[in-house]
């Protein structure tokens, strides 16, 4: 079963952009992943799905700020002019055996 | 748009029983398969258990096997999970989730607002 490995916390300036780091575990380079956003107090939201190629597909209302990539095993969402909203936890997630798979989530704070 | 309410949450004493609910609506609920999620209080996501849309395969976290039953009843839309033999590490938000798959491959797309879990004597 894959393991995905996330920092922490991150935090990043208003107005600037952060790139999260979701990592897979070895022989799950090319796997793909999901983000989640979760902001405090409320229920986690579906960002995008993220393939090892680098392609990725947001879901409904997303904004454009929210882009995804891919290196290896490493997947990123990067964030652009950051908003005060954004200051979340974010979760990767994928599939594997019929079983959901979570990092443990970066807690973003927006300075 | 695509929406999820659980209820059925509450304080329970260890060892008792709680059926939670998942109230679907604006999709085919039969078409889409359904996962259980839980986070424990200033905790991260953990999976616990899904079915997939005909109701007859389903899959639990070693956390809760022989303990929860995830089932559903496509007539109403709704998702369940039954929970038995409670215990405090099973105190936590819990959330359902709709799955999307493209090619087999599969991700969580719609999340409900959660129904808080406490197991308390």
């Known amino acids: 079963q894959p393991v995905l490995t996330q920092s922490s916390s991150a935090s990043a300036s208003l107005g600037s952009s952060v790139k999260l780091t979701c990592t897979l575990s070895?022989?799950?380079?090319?796997?793909?992943i999901a983000w989640h956003q979760q902001q405090p107090g409320k229920a986690p939201r579906y960002l995008m799905k993220?393939?090892?190629?680098?392609?990725?597909n947001k879901g409904s209302g997303i904004p454009d700020r929210f882009s995804g990539s891919s290196s290896g095993a490493d997947r990123y969402l990067t964030i652009s002019n950051l908003q005060s909203e954004d200051e979340a936890d974010y979760y990767c997630e994928t599939w594997d055996s019929n079983t959901q798979v979570f990092g443990g989530g970066t807690k973003l704070t927006v300075l | 748009q695509v929406q999820l309410v659980e209820s059925g949450g509450g304080v329970v004493q260890p060892g008792r029983s709680l059926r939670l609910s998942c109230a679907a609506s604006?999709?085919?609920?039969?078409?889409?398969?359904m996962h259980w999620v839980r986070q424990a209080p200033g905790k991260g996501l953990e999976w616990v258990a899904v079915i997939w849309n005909d109701g007859n395969t389903k899959y639990y976290a070693d956390s809760v096997k022989g303990r929860f039953t995830i089932s559903r009843d496509n007539s109403k839309s709704t998702l369940y999970l039954q929970m038995n033999s409670l215990r405090a590490e099973d105190t936590a938000v819990y959330y359902c989730a709709r799955i999307h798959c493209t090619n087999g491959a599969c991700h969580l797309d719609y999340w409900g607002q959660g129904t808080l879990v406490t197991v308390s004597s």
């Open positions: 993220l393939e090892s190629s680098g392609t990725y």
């Open positions: 604006a999709f085919t609920f039969s078409n889409y398969g």
């Open positions: 070895s022989g799950h380079s090319s796997s793909f």
